[in-house]
């Protein structure tokens, strides 16, 4: 049985990914909670005995339908939400990526509301976590000195 992510009693490993096709990025509507309903970085957890970089390609597919190439990782991000009352309701240590775009058709999949293709000005105007757009603006700088998929 795998244990809750919500009101968890540990941290959860979770993946994100900046994926880049044509100098747009790829987002999903988030159709869970945390932040359900909100535009965010395709991604979700890492299962046991999985690498990083394999949940996150694995998760970019469930998610959207596409298959992409990891560049390297981008940032780790630190995502806790309190209750009411104070108690932890989500606990993730979240590892970025940078990928790209290499086939598929992009269609929303499981925990996704929406996918869609921005450009970085668009994404960037989006009402999205803080992190989410630091992600973005240090992703689009990797991409720009030249990263080499892994």
Known sequence: MEPSREFPKHPVVGVGAVVIKDCQVLLIKRGKA???????????????????????????????????ELAGIVDTVDY????????????????????????????AGSDADDARFF???????????????RIIRAAQTMDQKGSQPT
């Open 34 to 68: 945390p932040r359900k309903g909100e535009w965010s970085l395709p991604g979700g957890g890492v299962e046991l005995g999985e690498t990083t970089g394999d949940a996150i390609k694995r998760e970019i597919q469930e998610e959207t339908g596409l298959e992409t």
């Open 80 to 107: 806790i939400e309190r209750a009411e009352t104070g108690a932890i309701s989500f606990h993730y240590v979240l590892i970025d990526y940078l990928a790209y775009y290499r086939a598929g058709a992009l269609v």
């Open 119 to 133: 450009t970085v000005e668009a994404a960037l105007a989006l009402p999205l976590w803080e992190e989410t757009k």
